[in-house]
């Protein structure tokens, strides 16, 4: 009875704050309209033909053999890419966690690796790996006088994924080990196990269930990687390139929302594996932190061969990134290396560069204060409120994460070019720069929803009790209490959303029309001429710009932040 009436006394008091019902119902408006729609058109093509419904689409695509090929060639390279990056991730978080590592060098090295990725378009590696080891590769031609070294396939997707996604296994090892208690490996090595005895029989089995969630998360980026198999695939075509092609190249539009099912189906199961079975596992196996600072390791039989391992694959990594400045400074890449400022020169005398920056930049300093607001907001409802729609709300704006890029292009492309909205103002998103700022927004929302999350979740209910028990209402609460204690979360959720809108390319390479100019479809354009000059100074100034927005939000975070606050008082 007295639950009864709680309940009920909660729900007149959720009801008696009009700002919240509002925000509640506009949040899952959005969320249905530009997620879940856009999801469901992909599955009414599929299905819904002119001869009624049935799995005739399907069973078309399926006598493809290109399609065929396409599943195959997308699980081979998704299952090397998951394996080679948890192993390596997890072989440089063990060194940083677990070797006593000798200079500051090599620490300053790691955080690069790990930062590079996150401030670089998705496609950069593949610039690299083309101007490195292809046909005109200063390493193949010039150095090992190798004139025929083919880059492109299999192995040149794997080795770039690879490179690319193993900083955020690296990321994710690093929290597991540090959160192991040393108490437990200290006593294995006193009865006698030597260390890789206890590595096999005590550390791995308590990070068996994070490293299966690593390999998860990269295996769910590898298939849904678009950019680094259109520029360094050749002939080998994987699903997010062949749904591309399928709707760009034979106009076949019901092919590729069944193609694009397909591809989602994949992300989807690998998803709700990784978030709703590994994820858990891994926090109830590792549940607080170690007990005690850890005796970092010293043998040098262990430290000198892990050092040297991690410095050269490190080293590269930079190599590989350092290659692309370089690619827009020499005259002629693989002939002719005098330097040269033409290609610079010709980005914004020549190609529209300042058209293509304008355009990226102001899109994409749109979406990312939206984002940001809208991450805390429906973390804050996830964490402090209690509703129906909330478990909704969080599934589906986490949703985001497994849906491929080319799925969601797609998406939109149906839904609001020619679904259910064929006149009005839906109808009229398409090929506007507001679609391209909600495809930010949607593709943004998951990575800034789990910092709020984890970042509200520390912070006492009381608090904010006691500004309601003063008479304020939700918004007050939220914009002058919530929102500050968060702001580290805040400030970081903007300069993310900044630096993946204007590095995106496999969502909006569909939907952005003549009448916008984006960095990345322009160097996505050039790179598959062949044009790596123009590509390289394009993709140069990009890497700046992000590189600058990240060390911006640090400087501020710095002077500014919450625990900067705390310190002072």
């Known amino acids: 009875m007295a639950k009864n009436q709680s309940a009920s006394l909660d729900r007149k008091k959720f009801f008696a704050d009009p700002i919240m019902v509002t925000t509640i119902v506009a949040l899952i408006a959005f969320l249905t309209l530009f997620i879940l729609y856009p999801l469901a058109i992909l599955l009414v093509d599929s299905f819904v033909t002119d001869e009624g419904i049935g799995f005739s689409v399907f069973q078309r695509i399926l006598k493809m053999s290109n399609f065929r090929?396409?599943?195959?060639?997308?699980?081979?390279?998704?299952?090397?890419?998951?394996?080679?990056?948890?192993?390596?991730?997890?072989?440089?978080?063990?060194?940083?966690?677990?070797?006593?590592?000798?200079?500051?060098?090599?620490?300053?090295?790691?955080?690069?690796?790990?930062?590079?990725?996150?401030?670089?378009?998705?496609?950069?590696?593949?610039?690299?790996?083309?101007?490195?080891?292809?046909?005109?590769?200063?390493?193949?031609?010039?150095?090992?006088?190798?004139?025929?070294?083919?880059?492109?396939?299999?192995?040149?997707?794997?080795?770039?994924?690879?490179?690319?996604?193993?900083?955020?296994?690296?990321?994710?090892?690093?929290?597991?080990?540090?959160?192991?208690?040393?108490?437990?490996?200290?006593?294995?090595?006193?009865?006698?196990?030597?260390?890789?005895?206890?590595?096999?029989?005590?550390?791995?089995?308590?990070?068996?269930?994070?490293?299966?969630?690593?390999?998860?998360?990269?295996?769910?980026?590898?298939?849904?990687?678009?950019?680094?198999?259109?520029?360094?695939?050749?002939?080998?075509?994987?699903?997010?390139?062949?749904?591309?092609?399928?709707?760009?190249?034979?106009?076949?539009?019901?092919?590729?929302s069944a193609m694009a099912v397909v591809l989602l189906g994949i992300t989807l199961l690998m998803f709700i594996v990784q978030k709703y079975y590994l994820e858990a596992k891994s926090t109830a196996t590792l549940s607080g932190k170690a007990s005690r600072q850890r005796m970092l390791i010293e043998d040098r039989s262990v430290t000198i061969p892990l050092t040297i391992l991690c410095s050269l694959l490190a080293l590269f990594v930079v190599m590989m990134y350092i290659c692309v400045p370089f690619g827009a400074m020499f005259k002629t890449w693989g002939y002719d290396f005098h330097l040269t400022t033409k290609w610079f020169r010709q980005v914004f005398t020549k190609y529209k560069g300042f058209k293509a920056f304008k355009d990226s930049f102001v899109l994409s300093l749109i979406a990312s204060p939206i984002t940001a607001l809208l991450s805390m907001i429906i973390s804050y409802l996830v964490v402090k409120r209690k509703f129906k729609a909330k478990g909704f709300i969080e599934a589906v704006s986490m949703l985001a994460m497994a849906v491929p890029g080319t799925v969601l292009g797609i998406g939109y492309i149906r839904g609001f070019s020619a679904g259910v909205f064929r006149t009005g103002f839906l109808q009229g998103l398409y090929g506007t720069g507001a679609i391209l700022v909600i495809v930010f927004i949607v593709r943004s929302l998951p990575t800034g929803t789990r910092s709020g999350i984890s970042a509200l979740r520390q912070i006492d209910k009381s608090i904010e009790e006691s500004a309601y028990d003063m008479g304020a209402d939700s918004l007050t609460v939220f914009m002058t209490v919530t929102l500050p204690l968060i702001k580290d979360s805040f400030l970081s959720g903007l300069v993310t959303a900044f630096v993946r809108s204007i590095t995106a390319i496999s969502a909006i390479i569909l939907l952005v029309t003549p009448q916008y100019l984006l960095i990345t479809v322009q160097i996505n354009e050039f790179a598959e001429k062949g044009a790596y000059g123009i590509a390289c100074a394009f993709a140069s100034i990009l890497i700046i710009i992000t590189y600058s927005a990240v060390l911006l939000m640090n400087l501020v975070i710095k002077y500014f932040g919450t625990s900067r606050n705390y310190r002072e008082e």
Request: proline share 4%; aromatic share 12%; hydrophobic share 50%.
């Open 69 to 256: 090929r396409a599943i195959t060639n997308t699980l081979k390279v998704g299952f090397l890419v998951g394996i080679a990056s948890a192993l390596i991730g997890l072989l440089f978080a063990y060194v940083e966690v677990y070797v006593k590592l000798k200079t500051r060098f090599m620490e300053g090295l790691f955080k690069v690796v790990s930062m590079l990725p996150v401030v670089s378009p998705p496609f950069v590696l593949s610039l690299s790996m083309i101007m490195l080891f292809g046909k005109a590769g200063i390493i193949t031609r010039f150095l090992l006088h190798i004139y025929d070294n083919n880059v492109y396939g299999f192995w040149g997707i794997a080795i770039v994924q690879t490179l690319t996604f193993f900083p955020v296994c690296y990321m994710m090892m690093r929290g597991l080990l540090k959160n192991i208690d040393p108490s437990l490996e200290e006593a294995a090595r006193d009865m006698g196990a030597t260390r890789w005895k206890v590595f096999m029989t005590v550390t791995l089995p308590l990070i068996l269930p994070g490293l299966g969630n690593a390999f998860l998360v990269t295996f769910i980026e590898s298939i849904a990687d678009f950019a680094n198999p259109m520029i360094i695939g050749g002939s080998y075509d994987t699903l997010a390139t062949t749904i591309y092609l399928q709707i760009t190249g034979a106009y076949d539009k019901e092919g590729a």
